[in-house]
C-alpha cells in the first residue's frame, strides 16, 4: 500500500511538474526571450529549459533551507527524477502538439474556413487562398528557407538561389528510412509531386 501511494504522489508531482513547465513556456512566449530564435521548435526548447532550471534551483533551495527533503516529501533525487520526465513529456507535446500548429495546412484552412463560416468554398478556392494569403502575404515561404538556412540544410549561392547541403540529404534520407519503417498514408511531404 506504501508503494501504490508512493506511485500516486510521483504522478502527481508529474502532473504539477509539467504544468509548471507548459504554463511557465506559455508565459515566457509572450517575452522577448530566446525572440532571436526564428526556429519555433527550438524557441520552445530553450523556454522549457528556462522553467526547468528555475525548478530544478528552487528544489536545491528548498532542500539547503528545509534540510533532506525535494519535493513533496520525496528526495531531491526522486524530484529531479520526476522533473526529468515531465521535461521529456512536455518536450514531446511541443513537437508533437503545438509545432503541428505551426506547420500544419490543414489547421491554417480549417482556421480560415471558420473565420468566413458563411461561405462554401472549392477546393480550388482553398488551394488559391492558401497560395494567397498564407504562402505570399504571411510570407511563410521565406520563413521556412531562413530556418532551413540557419540549420543547415540548404545553403544559398552567391546569385541567391538555394540547393541542398549534405547534412540536408542526410536528413531526407533518415525521414524516408522511418517512411519506409513506418509506412505514412500521405507521401506527398517526402516524395514531392514533381
Request: aromatic share 14%.
Amino acid at each position: 500500500m506504501k508503494d501504490v501511494y508512493k506511485l500516486l504522489k510521483s504522478f502527481i508531482l508529474f502532473c504539477v511538474f509539467s504544468i509548471i513547465i507548459a504554463g511557465g513556456v506559455a508565459l515566457l512566449m509572450r517575452t522577448s526571450l530566446f525572440e532571436w530564435q526564428k526556429i519555433f521548435l527550438y524557441r520552445l526548447m530553450y523556454l522549457e529549459a528556462v522553467c526547468c532550471v528555475v525548478l530544478l534551483c528552487l528544489m536545491i533551495v528548498r532542500k539547503i533551507t528545509k534540510g533532506g527533503g525535494g519535493t513533496s516529501g520525496f528526495d531531491l533525487h526522486s524530484s529531479v527524477m520526476t522533473l526529468a520526465i515531465s521535461a521529456l513529456f512536455t518536450a514531446l507535446f511541443f513537437s508533437v502538439g503545438i509545432v503541428s500548429i505551426d506547420r500544419s495546412y490543414t489547421i491554417y484552412y480549417l482556421s480560415y474556413m471558420n473565420d468566413n463560416s458563411e461561405k462554401l468554398y472549392s477546393t480550388q478556392e482553398l488551394q488559391q487562398q492558401f497560395i494567397d494569403g498564407y504562402l505570399v502575404k504571411a510570407n511563410e515561404t521565406q520563413k521556412r528557407i531562413s530556418e532551413q538556412l540557419a540549420i543547415g540544410n540548404i545553403e544559398q549561392n552567391s546569385s541567391g538561389k538555394y540547393r541542398i547541403t549534405e547534412k540536408g540529404k542526410r536528413l531526407i534520407k533518415f525521414f524516408r528510412t522511418l517512411e519506409f519503417i513506418f509506412p505514412c498514408p500521405d507521401k506527398n511531404s517526402i516524395y514531392p509531386v514533381q
